[in-house]
């Protein structure tokens, strides 16, 4: 259970949502079963060495609501409140996702990163306020809300989730505590203008390391996460908080030095990013076992990763100069504790 009320959610968050937020995606048996404890627990440790205060508990990987609090009591267990937990609200249906959250808090979950499934098609700006306020009163955890061109909310307004929406569930959602601002992806628009409106009563976060750290020479942020960011070591937590103690320019230079793997991931993205609005999890299992951590097989139905992007995956970490195995590529698939 979370060390707060839900009527304290937002004073909380202000004053424990800090620093960096990973992703885990959950490892799995061989024959794709059961979970992976011990791949599990491995990954967990490993996020947390690297500098990372949270992770999000990765749930679009055909995992169940009780595997998915399974794997967040072994995450709490692993590292205790060294690492904070976010509840990954991707299930199926809201019914699903209550249910989910549910038995997410009773294991351990912190906080939560709200997502609309893939068969929620909204109309109307009502629908997305009565689905995100229906799940916001389900849970007592803090949730921050994800405004992002992924749910094809922008048939309802070009941000996809306007101004005026978000200000309603301020208003009326006492544990939205912060707001993940991916309004206009990859353009940064939608950032700025939600900073502006509403920095001063939540939690702003920008997830693109590739964005953040130059603008923290003009913005005062204190998170950032959910992301994807692990597989480059700890040089985001690191460069994060150079940025956010004033000492900009040394940020920069850990940036500049990041910049052959951001290139590589930007690459394997945008070839196929854009023809399907959707996030190739096997990519992502990839680039985190390149950098050391477990891997191993993803349940059906996943996406593929292939050998041409795997190359150019690799060598943008090498070029980078950050942690990368010289393991063979047909070892991913097995990881490196297989059950």
Same mark, same amino acid.
């Given at each position: 259970?979370?060390?707060?009320?839900?009527? +304290?959610?937002?004073?909380?968050? &202000?004053?424990?949502?800090?620093?960096?937020?990973?992703?885990?995606? !959950?490892?799995?048996?061989?024959?794709?079963?059961?979970? &992976?404890?011990?791949?599990?627990?491995?990954?967990?440790? =490993?996020?947390?060495?690297?500098?990372? =205060?949270?992770?999000?508990?990765?749930? *679009?990987?055909?995992?169940?609501? /009780? *595997?998915?609090?399974?794997?967040?009591?072994?995450?709490?267990?692993?590292?205790? +409140? =060294?690492?904070?937990?976010?509840?990954?609200? #991707?299930?199926?249906?809201?019914?699903?996702?209550?249910?989910?959250?549910?038995?997410?808090?009773?294991? $351990?979950? +912190?906080?939560?990163?709200?997502?609309?499934?893939?068969?929620?098609? !909204?109309?109307?700006?009502?629908?997305?306020?009565?689905?995100?306020?229906?799940?916001?009163?389900?849970?007592?955890?803090?949730?921050?809300?994800?405004?992002?061109?992924?749910?094809?909310?922008?048939?309802?307004?070009?941000?996809?989730?306007?101004?005026?929406?978000?200000?309603?569930?301020? +208003?009326?959602?006492?544990?939205? @505590?912060?707001?993940?601002?991916?309004?206009?992806?990859?353009?940064?628009?939608?950032?700025i203008e939600t900073y502006h409106r509403f920095g001063? /009563?939540?939690?702003?976060?920008?997830?693109?390391?590739?964005?953040?750290?130059?603008?923290?020479?003009?913005?005062? @942020?204190?998170?950032? $996460?959910?992301?994807?960011?692990?597989?480059?070591?700890?040089?985001?937590?690191?460069?994060? /908080?150079?940025?956010? &103690? #004033?000492?900009? *320019? /040394?940020?920069?230079?850990?940036?500049?030095?990041?910049?052959?793997?951001?290139?590589?991931?930007?690459?394997?993205? #945008?070839?196929?990013?854009?023809?399907?609005?959707?996030?190739?999890?096997?990519?992502?299992?990839?680039?985190?076992?390149?950098?050391?951590?477990? $891997?191993?097989?993803?349940?059906?139905?996943?996406?593929?990763?292939?050998?041409?992007?795997?190359?150019?995956?690799?060598? #943008?970490?090498?070029?980078?100069?950050?942690?990368?195995?010289?393991?063979?590529?047909?070892?991913?698939?097995?990881?490196?504790?297989?059950?």
């Open positions: 259970m979370a060390n707060y009320q839900k009527k +304290d959610a937002r004073a909380w968050a &202000n004053e424990n949502l800090v620093g960096c937020s990973g992703v885990t995606i !959950p490892s799995y048996s061989a024959d794709l079963k059961r979970l &992976n404890e011990q791949g599990i627990r491995h990954d967990i440790r =490993k996020v947390s060495e690297l500098g990372f =205060k949270y992770t999000l508990l990765c749930t *679009e990987v055909a995992i169940t609501p /009780e *595997e998915n609090a399974q794997f967040t009591a072994w995450a709490k267990d692993t590292t205790g +409140d =060294k690492l904070g937990l976010f509840f990954h609200a #991707g299930f199926g249906t809201l019914a699903e996702n209550i249910e989910a959250v549910k038995l997410a808090e009773k294991a $351990g979950a +912190d906080l939560v990163l709200l997502s609309y499934p893939s068969n929620f098609w !909204p109309t109307s700006e009502q629908e997305i306020y009565d689905y995100t306020k229906a799940f916001c009163d389900a849970t007592e955890l803090g949730v921050m809300l994800l405004p992002i061109p992924l749910w094809g909310f922008e048939r309802v307004h070009p941000q996809g989730m306007s101004p005026a929406l978000i200000r309603r569930l301020l +208003d009326d959602c006492p544990n939205v @505590v912060a707001i993940k601002a991916e309004q206009g992806f990859p353009h940064i628009g939608g950032l001063q /009563e939540t939690i702003i976060s920008c997830p693109i390391e590739s964005d953040i750290i130059p603008l923290m020479k003009f913005m005062d @942020v204190q998170f950032s $996460g959910t992301s994807y960011t692990q597989w480059m070591s700890g040089y985001f937590p690191k460069a994060f /908080e150079l940025a956010k &103690n #004033g000492r900009w *320019e /040394e940020a920069m230079q850990l940036y500049w030095q990041a910049a052959p793997a951001r290139a590589a991931v930007g690459a394997a993205t #945008g070839a196929y990013m854009p023809g399907s609005n959707y996030i190739n999890r096997a990519h992502w299992k990839y680039m985190d076992w390149l950098a050391g951590f477990n $891997g191993g097989p993803l349940r059906a139905p996943v996406a593929r990763i292939p050998d041409r992007m795997m190359k150019t995956l690799r060598q #943008g970490l090498m070029a980078s100069k950050f942690e990368c195995t010289t393991d063979d590529d047909s070892q991913f698939l097995v990881g490196r504790f297989p059950c």
